[in-house]
């Protein structure tokens, strides 16, 4: 991301903020107390800062990976899934073994 350059034709930093409402919508679902659940937020916030800081841009993930968005739409499995289906595999071998 990249901004206009300011009246010194230096180019300014991206200005990062937290979208509360898009990350509070993903910890609806969890039993954690607000409080804790925006204290959860800052810190992982505050994480991603810390990259920018260093020197790593903000882009889109397909930059970042390499992968087309339609590559990353095809396997949209996620973590949890992926272990329950390998739970759920792993337990059938087991019961074929003991049959």
Request: charged residues 10%.
């Given at each position: 991301m990249t901004c206009p350059p300011d009246k010194n034709n230096?180019?300014?930093r991206p200005s990062l903020s937290v979208d509360w409402e898009v990350y509070a919508a993903m910890l609806e679902d969890s039993d954690m107390p607000l409080d804790d659940q925006k204290e959860l937020i800052e810190t992982l916030w505050s994480i991603v800062v810390m990259f920018v800081d260093l020197g790593y841009d903000v882009?889109?993930?397909?930059?970042?990976c390499g992968e087309d968005q339609e590559a990353l739409e095809d396997d949209s499995t996620d973590l949890v899934s992926l272990l329950n289906n390998e739970l759920a595999q792993t337990r059938a071998e087991e019961d074929q073994w003991q049959d």
């Open positions: 230096t180019p300014t882009k889109p993930t397909t930059q970042i």
